[in-house]
């Protein structure tokens, strides 16, 4: 296959989302149930201190990994995204086994996103039967992406802008608590870090679990890199938009955990449950019930509505835009890279699209155990997709200098490198070893557990290798690195 063709965007994809689209995408992407629901358990299992340190450490890593896609997603803007520059910069099957793996990550959590709505929306509706949501979410869903990708980018600045008041709201109303202008947190304050054994409550083992909840919570922030190939301007939308995680990730998680932290005290019993089934239990509905409203209940539910709806639209987008590369570039049948006259590739949502409703109707009529082993894969891909940025962009950067080219001719150039991409895949490859290192510990190992947790792994290098072995691929050297000129 002739390299160069796969340097320039293919021609059918339209580039209508602007650079606000982008920035609610990347920010929106990162703000969801781990924030909204699972943000208490990360305070009673870690202290207040704990939480707010592996909240910082891990929005570091993922502001490193951020700068790294920008100036990958910048320079080469396809909607391929870190599949391709796998592929061009690692291995071709590095690339692939990337390109799968994150297709197969976003359409299992399109289906997790459906149970999480009907749990949701029978707080409303009790007797109405959960899979009647779930359908008409699933549809509502595929509508928006059926249409063009402006009807995919406004919705989800829409349903991230709701998210985004949500959080800046919560904020606002939590510091005129503290500092004693609103009523009803007449014990909030840093006592809260001084009771029991905070603020760093079980120690560095409690720091690396609660890393796990935090680093899922943060996933989606990658999909600049797949908005990039339908982006107006990415050579100044994308710069604009990683600049801005930054600021956003610092205010939006790393105050919302401070703010929580100083008004419930991490002992608090409601903190630790996470069932998004009881949706009281949300640290931001506990703030709000503490400061008189009465109704924040109902209010976060809409908010929690509207943040898993979006995290199913975003899953669809980029399940969708992944699978229809992988065709363009050969790597899947290529019915799946046809597009419609609105430059929609509609063969790869309707194969996504089955693909999540299979996987939603193994949680409802099938075994449980399988909708897990899905579950816990699909989590696994997200870590495996950030440890693949990490890899790309060490390699482009270092090939790209090695070739003699000028930094200066970058749109965009991440000023951390080379410390940025090592930290972050130091960082990440600790995370994604040490998600159940609880099971190597017991006097027995928990082999069940184990496999349950690591079995993304072998996935990832058994598509890795068949590719490999199929193919004939090899490392791509320094030297034959192919970078795209400005004029293609």
């Given at each position: 296959?002739?390299?160069?063709?796969?340097?320039?965007?293919?021609?059918?994809?339209?580039?209508?989302?602007?650079?606000?689209?982008?920035?609610?995408?990347?920010?929106?992407?990162?703000?969801g149930?781990?924030?909204?629901?699972?943000?208490?358990?990360?305070?009673?299992?870690?202290?207040?201190?704990?939480a707010?340190?592996?909240?910082?450490?891990?929005?570091?890593?993922?502001?490193?990994?951020?700068?790294?896609?920008?100036?990958?997603?910048?320079?080469m803007?396809?909607?391929?995204?870190?599949?391709?520059?796998?592929?061009?910069?690692?291995e071709?099957?590095?690339?692939?086994?990337?390109?799968?793996?994150?297709?197969?990550?976003?359409?299992?959590?399109?289906?997790?996103?459906l149970?999480?709505?009907?749990?949701?929306?029978?707080?409303?509706?009790?007797?109405?039967?959960?899979?009647?949501?779930?359908?008409?979410?699933?549809?509502?869903?595929?509508?928006?992406?059926?249409i063009?990708v402006?009807?995919?980018?406004?919705?989800?600045y829409?349903?991230?802008?709701?998210?985004?008041?949500?959080?800046?709201?919560?904020?606002?109303?939590?510091v005129m608590?503290?500092?004693?202008?609103?009523?009803?947190?007449?014990?909030?304050?840093?006592?809260?870090?001084?009771?029991?054994?905070?603020?760093?409550?079980?120690?560095?083992?409690?720091?690396?679990?609660?890393?796990?909840?935090?680093?899922?919570?943060?996933?989606?922030?990658?999909?600049?890199?797949?908005a990039?190939?339908?982006?107006?301007?990415?050579?100044?939308?994308?710069?604009?938009?990683?600049?801005q995680?930054?600021w956003?990730?610092?205010?939006?998680?790393?105050?919302?955990?401070?703010v929580?932290?100083?008004?419930?005290?991490?002992?608090?019993?409601?903190?630790?449950?996470?069932?998004?089934k009881?949706?009281?239990?949300?640290?931001?509905?506990?703030?709000?019930?503490?400061?008189?409203?009465?109704?924040?209940?109902?209010?976060?539910?809409?908010?929690?509505?509207?943040?898993?709806?979006?995290?199913?639209?975003?899953?669809?987008?980029?399940?969708?835009?992944?699978?229809?590369?992988?065709?363009?570039?050969?790597?899947?049948?290529?019915?799946?890279?046809?597009?419609?006259?609105?430059?929609?590739?509609?063969?790869?949502?309707?194969?996504?699209?089955?693909?999540?409703?299979?996987?939603?109707?193994?949680?409802?009529?099938?075994?449980?155990?399988?909708?897990?082993?899905?579950?816990?894969?699909?989590?696994?891909?997200?870590?495996?997709?950030?440890?693949?940025?990490?890899?790309?962009?060490?390699?482009?950067?270092?090939?790209?200098?090695?070739?003699?080219?000028?930094?200066?001719?970058?749109p965009?150039?991440?000023?951390?490198?080379?410390?940025?991409?090592?930290?972050?895949?130091?960082?990440?490859?600790?995370?994604?070893?040490?998600?159940?290192?609880?099971?190597?510990?017991?006097?027995?190992?928990?082999?069940?557990?184990?496999?349950?947790?690591?079995?993304?792994?072998?996935?990832?290098?058994?598509?890795?290798?068949?590719?490999?072995?199929?193919?004939?691929?090899?490392?791509?050297?320094?030297?034959?690195?192919?970078?795209?000129?400005?004029?293609q």
């Amino acid at each position: 296959m002739d390299h160069d063709t796969k340097t320039t965007q293919p021609p059918g994809l339209r580039r209508e989302l602007k650079a606000r689209h982008l920035t609610m995408i990347a920010i929106g992407g990162s703000i969801g149930t781990g924030l909204f629901v699972a943000s208490g358990a990360t305070i009673s299992q870690a202290g207040p201190g704990g939480a707010l340190l592996s909240y910082a450490l891990i929005g570091l890593m993922v502001y490193f990994l951020m700068t790294s896609l920008g100036e990958l997603a910048a320079f080469m803007p396809v909607s391929g995204s870190f599949s391709t520059y796998g592929s061009k910069y690692v291995e071709e099957g590095f690339g692939f086994a990337l390109g799968w793996n994150y297709w197969y990550n976003w359409a299992v959590t399109i289906a997790v996103d459906l149970v999480a709505s009907q749990l949701v929306m029978t707080w409303w509706f009790p007797d109405t039967p959960g899979w009647i949501w779930s359908a008409l979410f699933l549809g509502l869903i595929f509508l928006l992406n059926y249409i063009s990708v402006k009807g995919f980018g406004e919705a989800e600045y829409w349903f991230s802008l709701i998210k985004v008041v949500t959080v800046v709201v919560f904020i606002v109303v939590g510091v005129m608590m503290i500092v004693g202008i609103l009523r009803g947190a007449e014990s909030a304050g840093w006592q809260n870090w001084q009771i029991g054994d905070a603020p760093f409550s079980g120690g560095f083992s409690a720091m690396i679990g609660v890393a796990m909840i935090v680093g899922f919570s943060f996933q989606g922030t990658e999909l600049i890199g797949i908005a990039a190939g339908e982006s107006k301007d990415p050579a100044k939308s994308i710069p604009r938009a990683v600049r801005q995680v930054f600021w956003r990730i610092l205010l939006f998680y790393v105050f919302a955990i401070l703010v929580i932290s100083l008004i419930i005290p991490y002992t608090d019993p409601s903190l630790l449950r996470t069932d998004i089934k009881d949706i009281s239990v949300s640290p931001f509905t506990l703030v709000f019930q503490h400061a008189g409203l009465l109704s924040a209940a109902a209010v976060m539910n809409a908010v929690i509505l509207t943040a898993v709806l979006s995290a199913g639209n975003s899953g669809m987008y980029a399940s969708t835009r992944m699978l229809y590369t992988l065709a363009s570039e050969g790597k899947a049948p290529r019915i799946f890279a046809r597009l419609s006259k609105g430059g929609v590739p509609r063969n790869a949502l309707y194969a996504t699209t089955v693909v999540a409703g299979l996987c939603f109707l193994t949680s409802m009529f099938g075994n449980q155990t399988v909708y897990l082993w899905l579950l816990n894969t699909s989590g696994m891909t997200g870590f495996i997709a950030w440890l693949g940025i990490a890899i790309s962009h060490y390699r482009f950067r270092k090939g790209y200098m090695m070739q003699g080219h000028d930094l200066s001719e970058l749109p965009y150039r991440s000023g951390f490198f080379p410390f940025g991409p090592i930290f972050a895949f130091v960082l990440c490859l600790m995370i994604t070893l040490g998600q159940n290192y609880q099971a190597f510990l017991a006097d027995r190992i928990d082999w069940y557990g184990v496999t349950a947790t690591y079995v993304g792994i072998p996935l990832f290098l058994l598509i890795w290798l068949g590719f490999r072995l199929t193919r004939k691929s090899r490392f791509v050297k320094y030297s034959e690195m192919k970078f795209p000129t400005s004029d293609q």
